[in-house]
T-cell receptor, first 109, second 115 residues
Framework: RKEVEQDPGPFNVPEGATVAFNCTYSNSASQSFFWYRQDCRKEPKLLMSVYSSGNEDGRFTAQLNRASQYISLLIRDSKLSDSATYLCGKVGSNYQLIWGAGTKLIIKP | DTGVSQNPRHKITKRGQNVTFRCDPISEHNRLYWYRQTLGQGPEFLTYFQNEAQLEKSRLLSDRFSAERPKGSFSTLEIQRTEQGDSAMYLC?????????????FGQGTRLTVV
């Protein structure tokens, strides 16, 4: 089993809708989690860090559920420009950063 | 530009040739990571450095791969005797030592095509 797992999607969502997706992880000792956004053929860029129970930044909310070992990303009032792949990452047992395969999101007009 | 810089951006090479990529991290970052990414996959960890020390290498990193960070600043990743399966995007990222502010910043990557 991979240490970080994500539903690859794609999630096809109408503009203006709310969308949420999860990322499950193993190794409960992990303390630091991240959501990154990656546009096609570009490098990943930090969207949000998740250190405790959650974090909110405008239309984006990330939550951490340690009991069930997952983090979630909620996007409200989705925009066409939100179309991207969303990568979930965590700090591994040896302090290396480990990533899921990414969830592809397509916002349709 | 004070971000992570990688070069070359693109490399096409013939099978069996050696290639070397360079990464210049953000100057105050002591952690430097190398990842490989293929289409539809997330970045796969290859190796990382804390300053000049290489702390971990993935099992993905065969003997044909070597990475260095001689002065704790820039890093190089060399692939010897390239194979078609080595074709991928090679991403470098840097960060401060993981803690509450362990966000990694990625370079734009080097896209390798082995023909």
């Amino acid at each position: 089993r991979k240490e970080v797992e994500q539903d690859p999607g794609p999630f096809n969502v109408p503009e203006g809708a709310t969308v949420a997706f999860n990322c499950t992880y193993s190794n409960s000792a992990s303390q630091s989690f991240f959501w990154y956004r990656q546009d096609c053929r570009k490098e990943p860029k930090l969207l949000m860090s998740v250190y405790s129970s959650g974090n909110e930044d405008g239309r984006f909310t990330a939550q951490l559920n340690r009991a069930s070992q997952y983090i979630s990303l909620l996007i409200r009032d989705s925009k066409l420009s939100d179309s991207a792949t969303y990568l979930c990452g965590k700090v591994g047992s040896n302090y290396q950063l480990i990533w899921g395969a990414g969830t592809k999101l397509i916002i349709k007009p | 530009d004070t971000g992570v810089s990688q070069n070359p951006r693109h490399k096409i090479t013939k099978r069996g040739q050696n290639v070397t990529f360079r990464c210049d991290p953000i100057s105050e970052h002591n952690r430097l990571y190398w990842y490989r990414q293929t289409l539809g996959q997330g970045p796969e960890f290859l190796t990382y450095f804390q300053n000049e020390a290489q702390l971990e290498k993935s099992r993905l990193l065969s003997d044909r791969f070597s990475a260095e960070r001689p002065k704790g600043s820039f890093s190089t990743l060399e692939i010897q005797r390239t194979e078609q399966g080595d074709s991928a995007m090679y991403l470098c990222a840097s960060s401060l030592t993981p803690g509450q502010t362990a966000e990694a910043f990625f370079g734009q990557g080097t896209r390798l095509t082995v023909v």
